[in-house]
């Protein structure tokens, strides 16, 4: 017989550490806040054409010494094209980034090929259509569950995807992680992903109650965790194995969204084991509230 293991024999333990992880993002979340990118503060944006192949890393110093520190480099499509990101609203913003890049840079000339002004009106807009967009994306899950499994399962799912968004958004912070539209986007992808490894933990444990009778629930999440393990760690690793190849070599445009799902696809992997179905514990769940409804038959009281 397949071994099992005793995942839940360390949940003690496992929900300290949640509670200590949680916390600490909460901290940071609040107390540093977060990063956000000019999709969601308003600036400029800067296309630039050099005549040879730019150089980014040599672009952000000159730009970096010419007083431009939080100007934002990326790629923007052949390698001589450079889309600069920066605070501020100046028209002549544009024509003195390129001036300045050509006093450091005689040796490869530049030109400006657009200039854009992203106002704070639309950011602040963007800002709260993506946390509406968050917020219903919950209760839709939330929902789902109820209907597909029963309430408990769906608490469960609910607590497990706020830990995995909570812990994301906090280590987002910590490390000031510019927060743009990608980032929002990667959010958005790990409630997906921790709901899907969530289900397939749940289905599994639905199931069992009909197949083991006598096993306690615990005994159940056990050995549901062990049957699906093999499953969830081929997922996760062959999800990490993608994201970081985007986070070495997508350069500076996919950065924050490959650290934001490499964070959350961890933590969805770890929530849908020690959070998911530790819920289930808490409140209880029994076989009996997988049967349907019993309703009344009517009686027949007529002559």
Same mark, same amino acid.
């Given at each position: ?23 600490l ?10 990063n ?19 150089? $980014? ?22 390698t001589?094209d ?15 980034v390129?001036? #300045? ?29 993506g946390?509406?967009?968050m ?9 789902y ?38 980032v929002?986007?990667?959010v958005l ?5 921790s ?33 699906? $393990?093999?499953?969830?760690? #081929? ?23 490959? %650290? ?6 961890? #933590?969805?992997?770890?929530?849908s084991i020690?959070?998911?179905?530790? %819920? ?6 029994r ?8 309703t #009344? ?7």
């Amino acid at each position: 017989m397949k071994r099992t293991i005793n995942f839940m024999g360390v949940r003690n333990i496992a929900f300290g550490i949640t509670m200590l992880l949680t916390v600490l993002a909460l901290f940071s979340w609040f107390h540093k806040g977060l990063n956000f990118g000019l999709d969601f503060t308003g600036g400029t944006l800067i296309e630039l054409t050099y005549e040879h192949p730019a150089d $980014l890393g040599k672009v952000r110093r000159e730009l970096a010494s010419s007083g431009y520190h939080e100007a934002i480099v990326q790629s923007f499509g052949a390698t001589t094209d450079l889309l600069v990101r920066m605070p501020g609203e100046d028209p002549q913003l544009g024509a003195q980034v390129a001036q #300045a890049l050509r006093k450091t840079g005689a040796d490869n000339p530049v030109t400006v090929k657009r200039v854009e002004f992203v106002g704070p009106q639309v950011g602040e807009e963007l800002r709260d259509q993506g946390g509406i967009g968050m917020l219903l994306a919950l209760g839709g899950v939330l929902i789902y569950l109820a209907f597909r499994f029963q309430w408990k399962f769906a608490v469960g799912a609910i607590v497990s995807l706020i830990h995995d968004v909570v812990v994301t958004m906090g280590i987002l912070s910590f490390f000031q992680v510019t927060f743009d539209l990608t980032v929002l986007a990667a959010v958005l992808a790990i409630i997906g992903y921790s709901l899907n490894d969530t289900i397939v933990v749940f289905d599994r444990v639905r199931e069992n109650f009909r197949l083991l009778r006598k096993a306690s629930l615990i005994e159940n999440i056990n050995i549901s965790t062990t049957q699906t $393990l093999l499953r969830t760690m #081929a997922t996760s690793i062959s999800t990490l194995l993608a994201i970081g190849a985007l986070w070495i070599f997508g350069g500076d445009s996919l950065h924050g969204f490959s %650290v934001a799902l490499f964070i959350g696809v961890l #933590a969805g992997t770890y929530s849908s084991i020690y959070i998911a179905n530790v %819920v289930l514990i808490w409140l209880n769940l029994r076989s009996e509230d997988l049967l349907p409804p019993v309703t #009344a038959e009517k009686v027949d009281d007529r002559p």
